[in-house]
């Protein structure tokens, strides 16, 4: 159960990332979720938008590189320690992670993360064992 | 393939320089007689065209500058009047006063001659459909062109440049089969091609490319892009416009038309004349031009003759790829450095696109070079360390061929300016 997320790249200069998210926002796209690291020149913006394909082709016809990528939502118990037990899950399986970001949104008690790891498939089966709630496209479509 | 002027391009050595001499002579007696500033030139260095005997007794006449017949404008380098010039050109003067180009009846003949050869040297023929896609303007390479391709008996488009996708347009309903235009204006075509979703109704097969220097990787990606046989040709206005020169299907060396100019390599510091092989600076003659004949002109072009034999069966001496413009050249932190350097590097690279700037500038007394690219490949954008290995690589691939460090922007595709014309790629703020 996969979730795609969009990545941009965006030029490290003044005003790009408020043309962005200007361009998502006049055309009524909510990003659910976000994250933006830069270096000095580049920034890569990861998110979760409703209406990816929707999306995809705004993006790329305004002149944006943009890829999909495959990664989990993963619903986290929202006490101390919530993600700790996860994180353990998945170490304990050998299954690295290679970002995660969490939701602008939360669900009750329950904090929404997006993780993007090396061996997917896997670490859905491992989740879904220890007993941790993994969102699907249409749950994410919905928040 | 086939050979336009097989009398001419594949003549004994010996035949070739009888003819060469011969005109060489006609033309320094021509300069002399009726422009006065080669007269004088003449005059103060102390030669008369009757020391002319044999070629090599060209290195006695002084050398042109670009300074010199700036000088000399508009009409002053004429050697007719002005009831026997049929055309007149001038070169775009972005650099300065422009150079003016005037021509007689038999100069335009002369130049379609002389295109129609690099044309068939390229692969043009009379069942070709050409589509001109450089400017119809004073600039000489769109009327140059045309009149080389009219002889041979292509089907014509004159669209000039600029409105691209109309450019495609055309050049799908219509069938081109050739197209001429600036290697970077080609390879902007071929993109917005792309984007229209245009370039497998494409039909062309054939590219004569000019008006700017460009690398061998621009050349592949022209071929890979168009599937197309992609050959360049040289020229400029100061000497007549294209067809100085240009290759065969061979792509070894561009031939030149050493009936109409006499090629020298001289060593750009003393101006002495080069041996056979040396890489310098290219000087030429006109040994045919009528209106405005050019003795000794100084390019600024750095190349190579060749006198091996070409597999083609053409005869004449070959020119390499100009290695760059010598008032192109950057010195940066007292390293001399050529756009098309950066070019070869850049062009073909995996992960971004083939346009480049170049930005120099100047902070705290020290040169600073940029390269701005395009990224292109949207997989990359998965890891940083994705994005981080493609500068890196370019990087550490321009510290290799210039022996600088570079400092190397990705920015967004779309975003650098396209050319239409000849590309300006370079931004010296300093």
Request: with cysteine; aromatic share 6%.
């Amino acid at each position: 159960m996969y979730v795609k997320q969009i990545s941009v790249f965006i030029e490290n200069t003044p005003g790009r990332l408020a043309h962005f998210t200007k361009l998502l926002g006049d055309n009524n796209i909510d990003l659910v979720s976000l994250s933006v690291a830069d270096t000095t020149h580049f920034g890569i913006l990861r998110g979760i938008v409703a209406d990816y394909e929707k999306a995809v082709k705004l993006i790329s016809e305004n002149g944006y590189t943009v890829k999909l990528t495959d990664v989990l939502a993963v619903s986290v118990p929202d006490h101390p320690g919530g993600l700790a037990e996860v994180l353990e899950t998945l170490s304990g399986h050998d299954i690295v992670v290679e970002y995660l970001y969490s939701f602008v949104r939360n669900a009750g008690d329950h904090a929404l993360i997006i993780f993007r790891v090396d061996k997917l498939d896997e670490a859905e089966k491992v989740l879904t064992e220890a007993g941790v709630r993994l969102l699907s496209q249409d749950e994410v479509r919905g928040l | 393939m086939a050979v336009w002027n097989p009398k001419i391009e594949c003549a004994k050595r010996s035949d070739v320089e009888a003819i060469q001499l011969e005109r060489l002579k006609w033309s320094v007696q021509h300069a002399y007689d009726h422009v006065p500033m080669y007269h004088d030139k003449m005059v103060k260095a102390g030669v008369k065209p009757s020391d002319i005997r044999t070629l090599r007794d060209i290195a006695k006449i002084p050398l042109t500058t670009k300074t010199e017949l700036r000088g000399q404008y508009p009409f002053k380098l004429l050697a007719v009047p002005m009831r026997e010039v049929v055309r007149i050109h001038a070169s775009s003067g972005t650099t300065g006063q422009p150079i003016t180009a005037g021509y007689t009846r038999r100069d335009l003949d002369t130049w379609a001659e002389c295109i129609a050869r690099i044309a068939t040297a390229g692969g043009a023929t009379e069942n070709d459909i050409a589509q001109v896609s450089f400017g119809y303007t004073l600039f000489t390479g769109a009327f140059g062109l045309h009149g080389g391709l009219e002889k041979i008996g292509c089907a014509i488009i004159p669209i000039s440049s600029g409105n691209t996708e109309r450019q495609i347009n055309i050049m799908r309903d219509f069938g081109s089969t050739v197209l001429i235009a600036t290697p970077s204006y080609a390879l902007y075509m071929a993109e917005v091609a792309e984007r229209m979703d245009a370039l497998r109704d494409i039909r062309l097969r054939v590219g004569l490319f000019g008006a700017e220097a460009s690398t061998e990787e621009m050349r592949a990606e022209l071929e890979r892009r168009y599937g197309i046989l992609a050959t360049e040709n040289y020229g400029l206005t100061e000497v007549m416009g294209p067809g100085v020169s240009g290759e065969c299907e061979y792509k070894c060396g561009m031939h030149i038309n050493e009936d109409c100019f006499l090629a020298e390599i001289i060593d750009p510091e003393t101006g002495e004349v080069l041996p056979m092989g040396e890489q310098g600076e290219l000087v030429l003659t006109t040994l045919a031009k009528e209106a405005q004949p050019a003795i000794r002109y100084r390019t600024r072009d750095i190349t190579r003759l060749i006198e091996e034999p070409c597999a083609c069966g053409r005869t004449q001496l070959r020119m390499e790829k100009i290695k760059g413009r010598s008032d192109d050249m950057l010195i940066i932190r007292g390293v001399n450095v050529f756009p098309s350097q950066i070019e070869s590097v850049l062009v073909g690279q995996p992960g971004i696109g083939p346009h480049y700037e170049i930005v120099v500038t100047r902070e705290h007394f020290t040169d600073h070079l940029q390269v701005k690219v395009e990224l292109v490949d949207a997989s990359l954008l998965e890891k940083y360390s994705e994005l981080e290995k493609v500068r890196d690589r370019i990087r550490a691939q321009l510290r290799t061929v210039l022996q600088l460090d570079v400092e190397v922007t990705l920015v967004s595709p779309n975003t650098l300016k396209r050319f239409e014309g000849k590309a300006k790629r370079v931004t010296d703020l300093r």
